[in-house]
């Protein structure tokens, strides 16, 4: 005998991980969500979104790549954040960057954001 068992709102499968990221590792000042959500309407959150831009893109190794991956799902696990950078050029930087990708851990991070 089969029983379903719904997967969302199950405890067992939903299981919020944290997400660790080096914060001395990388080149700008890394904001929470809920800095991020204070920031979202000034021009301070452009600035930002540059500097994490430029960083992932310009990222030279593995690790580099990885931290910057893990900041940036730390932030859009807030609604508000999520659905403000997912019709950014942030999107389209990650299908580029997916495509080139070799190493499995590196596009688990890719998956988990996308």
Not at 1 to 27: A, D
Not at 47 to 55: A, R
Not at 58 to 78: H, K, P, R, W
Not at 80 to 108: D, E, G, Q, W, Y
Request: aromatic share 10%; net charge negative.
């Amino acid at each position: 005998m089969f029983k379903l068992i719904h997967g969302i709102g199950n405890r067992e499968i939903e299981k919020v991980v944290e997400v660790v990221y080096n914060r001395e590792c990388l080149p700008f000042d890394p904001w929470t969500a809920e800095e991020f959500v204070e920031n979202l309407e000034t021009n301070r959150i452009e600035k930002h979104l540059s500097d994490v831009y430029s960083t992932l893109a310009s990222s030279t190794t593995m690790s580099d790549s990885v931290n910057v991956l893990l900041y940036f799902e730390s932030i859009i696990c807030n609604t508000h954040v999520s659905n403000r950078l997912i019709n950014t050029v942030f999107m389209n930087l990650l299908v580029k960057m997916l495509r080139n990708v070799k190493s499995p851990a590196l596009k688990v991070c890719f998956y988990s954001i996308m």
